[in-house]
């Protein structure tokens, strides 16, 4: 298979690093000058639990019909047009087709921290993510930018090593030989093509086969066999079956304009590739999930039955969690925001992933009062992690931004591959995989994509 042209741009592109194509060429992605400072301890935590998260979405999927989707009906109410198709698409494929559940899963997860300083401090997690999750690559890049700095100026930092592009790697080359394909599904015109190419060129370096394909092109330009749910692409005329299929896009509404979208997402659900995500893990993600685990006996269901081993890794999980409430008892969520004491703020949040989505401080008192009764289930209510502060320079296209006070949000990458029966087919023990973003003090949100962070690497102190 030849090489794209975009991937070929980037390793032939001098600094090699972070670029995305704008309108006049490539623009360096948003990052800082140095590393941010994260307690060694802090970065040990965060690390222990990135697989509980993972074996979380196998149990979430293996109780689908017992816990996922009870838990997950009223929001899908609130929110027919997302939550509500990709339960109906998770319902429709057990029910119409086992083999299809029973396929392993890919689950490249990121759960992201921020550093609280609250009377419990330590990471407390924002959320973790299922789907999509970005920027491992060039976070990889930026933090050997950093030790090369850090060596050429004897400054003196440990700067945590960063893996995620190795693992992320052989997550996917794991899941698809010599003679399939993987597809990775973007977004048409997708800005963070270089994030993306670094797994491509990587992947193709393995000898795998890897394509680039929007949903309506797989709608349109795939076959599924309807005896053996093998799906297979056209590549140099000849057909090739789609073995693994790695998700860049699908998890906002707007991936889905048309109901050819819809036709190729359930396409990739039905047929025998390994998804990274399935329709199942996706939803383990939503926020609703993520506040329905923070009930004990909630969680103690989910492990029920489960072994030893397992119930004891998430122990403790539970310390690097802030509270998050639902809304049903709407009264008394309105009276605690309106009598919350001046240094406890919230954060309210949709069923949505992207950023650009959640409420903050002041404004959430407002948005609740405004949400109609059948929205409320949509949303959940987060307390506000009130991190750490240092300083730091954040340079966007070449030129300093901003110089001064910045807190950081780090996200750590853990990657399995479980099997119907939960073996892992992954081993990648010891390598680790992180992204940190680092932004300006008085900034509430948090996406690189987005506008509001930039990309960093650690500095265990
Ligand atoms: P998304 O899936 O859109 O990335 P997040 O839950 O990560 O949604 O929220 C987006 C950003 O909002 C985060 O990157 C973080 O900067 C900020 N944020 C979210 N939850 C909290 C919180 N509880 N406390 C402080 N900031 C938060
Ligand atoms: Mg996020
Ligand atoms: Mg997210």
């Given at each position: ?64 019909s017992t816990w996922l989707k009870p838990h997950l009906m009223a929001t899908s109410t609130s929110d027919p047009e997302f939550t509500g ?145 093998v799906l297979t692409i056209k590549i140099n005329g000849a057909d090739v079956p789609v073995e693994c299929v790695y998700f860049r896009a ?128 949509g949303w959940v209510l987060m307390e506000t992690i009130v991190a750490e502060k240092f300083n730091n320079t954040l340079v966007k296209e ?64």
């Amino acid at each position: 298979m030849s090489t794209p042209l975009h991937v070929l741009t980037l390793q032939s592109a001098t600094t090699g690093v972070l670029t995305s194509p704008t309108p006049d060429g490539y623009a360096l992605a948003p990052q800082t000058l140095t590393p941010c400072p994260i307690s060694a301890e802090h970065m040990q935590l965060a690390l222990k639990h990135s697989k509980t998260y993972n074996r979380m979405m196998y149990l979430a999927k293996k109780k689908f019909s017992t816990w996922l989707k009870p838990h997950l009906m009223a929001t899908s109410t609130s929110d027919p047009e997302f939550t509500g198709k990709l339960l109906s698409l998770a319902d429709f494929i057990l029910s119409n087709s086992p083999s299809s559940y029973e396929t392993p899963v890919l689950c490249v997860m990121r759960s992201d921290y921020m550093l609280d300083t609250s009377s419990n401090p330590g990471p407390k997690l924002v959320e973790y993510n299922t789907i999509a999750s970005s920027f491992g690559c060039l976070s990889t890049k930026l933090a050997k930018v950093h030790e090369t700095l850090n060596k050429t100026f004897s400054l003196n930092q440990n700067i945590a090593s960063n893996n995620a592009t190795d693992k992320i790697v052989g997550g996917l080359s794991a899941c698809c030989s010599l003679d399939g394909v993987i597809v990775m599904v973007v977004q048409p015109g997708e800005r963070n093509l270089f994030d993306q190419g670094v797994i491509e060129l990587e992947v193709i370096k393995r000898g795998r086969k890897i394509v680039r394909m929007s949903l309506d092109q797989i709608c349109n330009d795939s076959a599924l066999d309807a005896a053996s749910n093998v799906l297979t692409i056209k590549i140099n005329g000849a057909d090739v079956p789609v073995e693994c299929v790695y998700f860049r896009a699908g998890y906002d509404p707007s991936d889905y304009k048309s109901s050819d979208d819809w036709e190729g997402r359930k396409k990739l659900e039905l047929c025998t590739a390994i998804k990274c995500p399935d329709v199942f893990g996706q939803l383990f993600g939503a926020k609703k999930i993520q506040q329905i685990l923070t009930i004990k006996e909630e969680r103690e269901k989910l492990y029920e039955g489960e072994e030893e081993e397992y119930k004891a890794q998430q122990e403790g999980v539970e310390d690097t969690w802030v509270k998050m409430w639902d809304l049903k008892d709407f009264d008394s969520i309105v009276k605690m925001v309106q009598s919350a004491e001046e240094n406890t703020s919230f954060v309210l949040k949709p069923q949505r992933e992207g950023g650009g989505n959640n409420v903050y401080g002041d404004d959430v008192l407002g948005h609740l009062k405004a949400l109609k009764e059948e929205e409320r289930d949509g949303w959940v209510l987060m307390e506000t992690i009130v991190a750490e502060k240092f300083n730091n320079t954040l340079v966007k296209e070449g030129k300093v931004a901003y110089a001064g006070v910045c807190s950081a949000e780090i996200g750590i990458f853990g990657v399995t591959c479980f099997d119907s029966e939960g073996s892992d087919r992954i081993d990648d023990e010891g390598k680790q995989g992180y992204i940190c973003r680092c932004k300006r003090e008085g900034v509430d949100e948090g996406g690189v994509a987005a506008g509001f962070a930039f990309l960093s690497s650690i500095q265990l102190v």
